[in-house]
């Protein structure tokens, strides 16, 4: 069964270094998502993206934050100057269509120090 | 915009017996309602979802009824089994996108503990 997955799975930087969080979304999907989750809390909406431009981003997206699709597999979150409340797991998804069930990746657990 | 409280936080039963966790939801144009199931650890896991034309889907254990009068929905396990200890969480599309795609937002989690 195919499944969205992510690289690293463990992230350490220092404040203030750019970070690239990467995942490749499931093959035939067309929507892509990135979700953060601090440690020991709910899960929270950062940005959604469909047809190689964003759809919606929440308040949490700042300009510190940005999304690419680089090439027809791979989708990207960069964190441009990151901060220690940056810290916490990041899970990409991905659905087949806008309104289908979203498939989440295993995360990719970001530390700044 | 949706908000999504979820309730209980914790939930401690016996093995074999029921766990129903509940969320309600505050927009009304929302119709696609899922539940995910996270192990310490582990990635989100997309368990049953019902959206707003049904008032039930069950499979095997698992089962959820949505009740849109009053904008909540529960998840029902039944027979639990220690290996269905995790937290859960409910969620709900974001009303911009017309309640019935795009982003999540999600319920605080619940801690269910099955104890053999």
């Known amino acids: 069964e195919p499944e969205v997955t992510q690289t690293p799975s463990h992230q350490v930087t220092q404040m203030g270094q750019e970070v690239i969080l990467r995942c490749v979304p499931i093959?035939?999907?067309?929507?892509f998502y990135w979700y953060r989750q601090i440690l020991g809390q709910k899960v929270e909406f950062l940005v959604s993206?469909?047809?190689?431009?964003?759809?919606?981003k929440s308040e949490i997206f700042d300009d510190q934050f940005s999304v690419e699709r680089p090439d027809g597999s791979n989708f990207t979150l960069k964190i441009r100057s990151t901060k220690l409340e940056d810290s916490a797991m990041y899970f990409c998804?991905?659905?087949?269509?806008?309104?289908?069930?979203?498939?989440f990746g295993p995360g990719t657990r970001l530390t700044v120090l | 915009g949706e908000n999504v409280e979820q309730h209980p936080s914790t939930l401690s039963v016996q093995e074999g017996d029921s766990a129903v966790i509940k969320c309600t939801y505050s927009?009304?144009?929302?119709?696609?309602f899922p539940w995910y199931k996270q192990e310490l650890g582990k990635r989100p896991q997309l368990i049953i979802d019902?959206?707003?034309?049904?008032g039930e889907k069950k499979d095997q254990r698992i089962a959820v009824t949505l009740n849109k009068t009053a904008k909540h929905f529960s998840l029902h396990i039944t027979e639990t089994q220690p290996e269905d200890s995790a937290v859960y969480f409910c969620?709900?599309?974001?009303?911009?996108?017309?309640?019935?795609?795009?982003?999540?937002?999600f319920g605080k989690g619940t801690k269910l503990s099955v104890k053999p």
């Open positions: 998804a991905s659905s087949v269509n806008g309104g289908a069930e979203q498939f």
């Open positions: 927009d009304s144009a929302s119709n696609y």
């Open positions: 993206f469909y047809n190689n431009e964003i759809s919606e």
């Open positions: 093959s035939n999907h067309l929507y």
């Open positions: 969620a709900a599309p974001d009303p911009n996108y017309g309640g019935s795609q795009g982003n999540l937002i």
């Open positions: 019902i959206r707003s034309n049904v």
